[in-house]
């Protein structure tokens, strides 16, 4: 989902703040990607994806949700232009030419957008997800209707499309910590960057795209953390913040991140915040 917790925002001077670009995907893909999984697990068992579904996973990211589905036996492709670590990550775990483990049927990995993953002669998609949830910053969801029509095209009449949003502020503990951000990138607006989700965020960008809403759910997906540097290396992987670090410097933005999770700090040191995510299927017309 790019495949973050929220769509990633450049500083407004267009630079980027230094950072390993590899060490954080890598935080990404051990500490932050697991905390959707309850959200990948009900929607592949609502759509009953298995060995007779063909997934097309838009913005896969380091591969999570498309190695689960692959688990069930579903032919997978990922899709992603946004970040090459996160990509390679996503071909260790699921291609044995670099895994060194046995081979996964139907599996591919393309760098590019979804109609790099035309195959000529092959059977259309079944199924297809954009995980990545919108709903936490205003201007979150530009682009992602268009790279859902992009998609229209490789798939069967019919097909599901997934698509997924934070759930009501009150709802979502992590709302607080995320306001940081936009506070700490232009001060001058405050969190006015920041917005809550909204109802119709989702039918309104599949109705962009073209799609037909058909039922939607909620899920937990509580974030939980071993302590509070470990939930601040996996927030800052998200990248929502880069934009606050080019606009202050990181020593800052630690510190007020971390000040802003010890609300939510157990006695026994590691960090839970409960959330809902709301997830929306749509159909191919």
Not at 30 to 50: F, N, S, W
Not at 100 to 111: C, F, K, P, S
Not at 118 to 126: F, G, L, Q, S
Not at 263 to 279: A, C, E, I, K, L
Request: negative net charge; glycine residues 10%; contains cysteine.
């Amino acid at each position: 989902m790019t495949p973050t917790l929220v769509r990633q925002h450049l500083p407004h001077t267009g630079e980027t703040p230094r950072v390993d670009l590899g060490a954080r995907a890598r935080d990404w893909s051990e500490i932050q990607e697991r905390m959707l999984v309850p959200l990948y697990e009900t929607v592949y068992e609502r759509l009953e994806v298995g060995p007779a579904s063909r997934l097309l996973g838009l913005g896969c990211g380091s591969g999570l949700a498309l190695l689960i589905a692959a688990s069930r036996g579903a032919a997978v492709t990922g899709v992603d232009d946004a970040s090459p670590q996160r990509l390679a990550l996503a071909r260790e775990r699921l291609l044995p030419s670099t895994a060194g483990t046995r081979a996964r049927a139907a599996t591919r990995l393309v760098d590019g957008r979804p109609g790099d993953a035309a195959e000529a002669d092959a059977p259309p998609y079944t199924v297809v997800t954009a995980f990545e949830p919108i709903g936490c910053l205003a201007g979150d969801s530009e682009g992602l209707g268009e790279l859902l029509a992009s998609a229209v095209p490789l798939c069967e009449r019919g097909a599901p499309v997934v698509l997924a949003g934070w759930g009501p502020p009150e709802r979502c503990a992590t709302t607080s910590v995320l306001r940081v951000a936009t506070k700490l990138s232009d001060p001058l607006r405050g969190t006015s960057g920041w917005r809550p989700a909204l109802r119709d965020d989702l039918e309104e960008v599949a109705h962009r795209a073209g799609l037909k809403p058909d039922g939607s759910g909620r899920v937990a997906c509580p974030f939980g953390y071993a302590d509070v540097d470990n939930a601040v290396r996996g927030l800052l992987s998200t990248g929502l913040f880069d934009a606050a670090i080019s606009a202050t410097d990181q020593v800052q933005v630690d510190k007020e991140l971390a000040e802003a999770l010890h609300p939510h700090q157990r006695r026994d040191g590691t960090v839970w915040m409960p959330n809902v995510f709301r997830y929306l299927i749509a159909r191919v017309p």
